[in-house]
């Protein structure tokens, strides 16, 4: 029996890959690092923090020339989310569309993610 392919973990607008870029060039060095923690009403927060190191077991992403690490504990929760980079008239963020996200609060602050089965 074959095994399913992986989709891959995570992808980038361009939108994204350009802020990314500006993030990156203001530090000189270091990554974005992107991951999932426990919090909010709906059960978890997308997390976003710049690192100067990778961690052992993080995973490197590379999109449109554009390096980013993903928390090795977020890799089931996170497989398959396209990032992107939104600019409002209240606000500019990056969002996360995640076929692994099942729900989400009223704010938009908090998600339900179920890790990806194989």
């Not at 992107?84 to 729900?103: A, G, I, L, V, W």
């Amino acid at each position: 029996m074959a095994r399913k392919p992986r989709p891959k973990l995570v992808t980038l607008t361009d939108a994204a890959a350009e802020r990314v870029r500006e993030i990156l060039a203001e530090r000189e060095r270091g990554y974005l690092r992107v991951g999932v923690k426990n919090g909010g009403c709906a059960g978890m927060e997308y997390i976003m923090d710049y690192v100067a190191e990778i961690e052992k077991f993080d995973e490197v992403v590379e999109d449109k020339d554009v390096q980013i690490v993903v928390d090795s504990k977020a890799v089931l929760f996170l497989l398959g989310s396209v990032v992107d980079y939104e600019t409002t008239m209240m606000s500019s963020r990056f969002t996360f569309k995640n076929p692994n996200q099942t729900d989400a609060c009223g704010c938009g602050e908090s998600v339900t993610i179920t890790p990806m089965q194989f």
